[in-house]
């Protein structure tokens, strides 16, 4: 454990914690576009930078030290906050994240010429980062300097994707688009079609590719994923009834499971029972 | 062509690191004169990289074409000695020649003009480089002389 | 017959979530998913053999029972007692 202080109150903080954590822990307002908590800090947008020290850091990717002194709301902070924003709203005057962070800073306006031609990608790579930890890294950066964009390979449909959305859900600036009807949907001009629930034959909610992608990064059987909610918890109703009308020893063997230890043999729905369940 | 057994050859080469693509996609190149679709595939595969990734190096560096290229490489200097000494007299010189702006190529593959920013050679400006050979002192008379169609 | 998550020992979702995002709470023994970790991949919805984690529709939000961290309302509320927590 180590002390730090933010704002002239001290905190408690935990060794490979970043500054950011620590603050978004304590309810300390620091905001950020590029940070998401399952991924890796990227420190790409310089949206959540403080003072240290008389210095300006990203707290993000800045890792908690003994006796830091961390400002939050100096007029320095502030000041680079608002050419962060002036920059980022040039560059999407369009999107509504972009300006209503702005608004919280008193910019309404960019100060730069507004670039007009372009979509709301502010390059936070978000999308990329969610893509390639899923495993299955379809989209990345694009060339470089102004022209970087996030694309797919050779600006084709993505061999790679399954069609799970990650990327467009947690888009900062909800840029990446998609449509989505009952039978499919379409993402990086890319059409996919939605799983038939293996008995009710109605459509789930994953793409065919997520069915066959997930089971293999989870290991689990491809049954699991290709069978819709209400099919599911009507096998489990099903099943829980029986249980009450005939707790009967054949059933425990139906289900897989002798008390306490999953079978080899475990069937589609075989779970291992909670411990509380296991003990009654 | 067989792509599979050429970048096999290639990969070979160079140690299983993280790092090594870069070497890697240069042979290709060197190999090809540009990287094709399929070859970038197949480095994908080969590497078992996604093929994202791959692309995103190729297209970030200046130095790897995915356009088919001419026989000649005419590399023209665009950095801040050439630019100020007439680079861009040279790049119209080159096209009313060769009918081709930079990063084209010439119907006949002969020949594709490419930019660059800076070649190291600021003294010399300003700088074309032909087939690796630097012309320095470039004037649009010279540049005649030296591209014939 | 209302079905709410099992809370499974060697849970499907669990195993599902590339991004840590389901842990169990050891004070509960609940499996608590972390939203902010979420990125809404439907990897654990579909895992789950039992259909007990669902996509809300309005909010675009991925929810499981908790087990409200120690404390279900459903048994709390039950006027009948039915549901009871033990």
């Known amino acids: 454990m180590v002390t730090i202080t933010i704002d002239g109150i001290e905190y408690e903080a935990r060794e490979g914690q970043t500054v950011l954590d620590v603050a978004k822990e304590n309810n300390i307002p620091i905001p950020s576009l590029c940070h998401h908590e399952a991924l890796k800090p990227w420190g790409a947008c310089r949206m959540c930078v403080v003072e240290l020290n008389g210095k300006i850091m990203a707290s993000c990717t800045l890792p908690v030290a003994k006796d830091q002194n961390i400002k939050t709301k100096s007029e320095l902070v502030k000041t680079v906050r608002k050419v962060v924003l002036n920059l980022l709203l040039a560059r999407c005057p369009h999107s509504k994240t972009i300006q209503q962070l702005a608004r919280l800073y008193g910019i309404t306006k960019t100060t730069l010429k507004a670039d007009e031609g372009r979509d709301n990608c502010i390059l936070c790579n978000v999308c990329t980062r969610v893509c390639a930890q899923l495993g299955s890294s379809a989209i990345a950066t694009v060339k470089r300097g102004s022209e970087k964009e996030i694309g797919t390979p050779f600006g084709e449909k993505p061999p790679d994707c399954i069609g799970c959305l990650s990327c467009a859900r947690n888009c900062p600036t909800e840029t990446i688009k998609f449509e989505e009807t009952d039978a499919g949907r379409i993402i990086w001009n890319k059409s996919f079609e939605m799983a038939e629930c293996s008995i009710c034959k109605a459509k789930t909610v994953l793409t065919k590719e997520q069915v066959v992608f997930f089971a293999k990064k989870s290991g689990l059987p491809e049954e699991y994923f290709a069978k819709c909610d209400e099919c599911a918890r009507k096998e489990t109703a099903e099943t829980f009834a029986q249980l009450v009308i005939n707790p009967g020893a054949h059933i425990m063997k139906a289900w897989g499971f002798t008390f306490g230890k999953l079978e080899a043999k475990a069937i589609t729905a075989s779970p291992v029972l909670p411990q509380k369940f296991e003990r009654s | 062509m067989d792509h599979a057994n050429t970048i096999k050859d290639i990969i070979a080469k160079y140690p299983v690191q993280r790092g090594v693509i870069i070497q890697i996609l240069q042979d290709v190149h060197g190999r090809y004169n540009y990287l094709p679709k399929e070859a970038l595939d197949e480095v994908a595969k080969q590497l078992s990289l996604p093929v994202a990734k791959v692309y995103s190096i190729a297209t970030f560096y200046k130095a790897f074409s995915l356009k088919e290229r001419g026989k000649i490489i005419i590399k023209v200097c665009k950095g801040t000695a050439c630019h100020i000494r007439g680079a861009e007299l040279i790049c119209n010189e080159l096209e009313n020649i060769l009918g081709v702006k930079a990063g084209g190529t010439t119907p006949d593959m002969k020949y594709t003009v490419e930019e660059v920013n800076c070649v190291g050679t600021c003294a010399m400006a300003p700088v074309i480089v032909i087939d690796d050979k630097y012309h320095g002192s470039m004037k649009p008379e010279k540049v005649r002389k030296l591209v014939t169609k | ?86």
């Open chain 3, 1 to 86: 017959m209302p079905i709410t998550c099992l809370q499974c020992e060697d849970a499907a979702c669990v195993k599902a979530c590339q991004y840590n995002a389901l842990t169990r709470n050891e004070k509960t023994g609940a499996i608590e998913l972390n939203e902010k970790k979420c990125v809404k991949c439907s990897a654990c919805l579909g895992a789950c053999p039992f259909g007990n984690v669902l996509l809300e529709n309005n909010s675009g939000r991925f929810v499981k029972c908790d087990l409200c961290l120690g404390e279900p309302m459903c048994a709390k509320f039950c006027p009948s007692k039915t549901l009871e927590y033990k």
